[in-house]
Nanobody, 126 residues
């Protein structure tokens, strides 16, 4: 059974930084591209960033490019998202999930994946 646990969110002022973590068990983490997604109240879930299984390629949504950095530690089955220069519009619940691919279009939730974690809330005050 796949389990996903996100952490690291919080309340931060605009311009601040946070580092999110996501630990995954129950699947071969090192074999999967991984992605970060977010969902703000009243909005659809959107892909934020993705990274290939070997960390050779990372892609970002235009809205976070240059401010966020995705990384992973396959030995620890953990995905990270370093978020700098945070803006109020970054406020959302953040989730991670395996991704079918990591093209420039961003992450695509892996086919059949339903084991979403509880997410981690990021709130940026102006």
């Amino acid at each position: 059974q796949v389990q996903v646990v996100e952490s690291g969110g919080g309340l931060v002022q605009a311009g601040g930084s946070l580092r999110l973590s996501c630990t995954v068990s129950g699947l071969p983490f090192g074999a999967w591209p991984m992605g970060w997604f977010r969902q703000a109240p009243g909005k659809e879930r959107e892909g934020v960033s993705c990274i290939t299984a070997t960390s050779s390629i990372a892609n970002y949504a235009d809205s976070v490019k240059g401010r966020f950095t995705i990384s992973r530690d396959n030995a620890k089955s953990t995905l990270y998202l370093q978020m700098n220069s945070l803006k109020p519009e970054d406020t959302a619940m953040y989730y991670c999930a395996p991704s079918n691919t990591c093209y420039r279009s961003g992450p695509e939730v892996a086919s059949g994946f339903r084991s979403w974690g509880q997410g981690t809330q990021v709130t940026v005050s102006s």
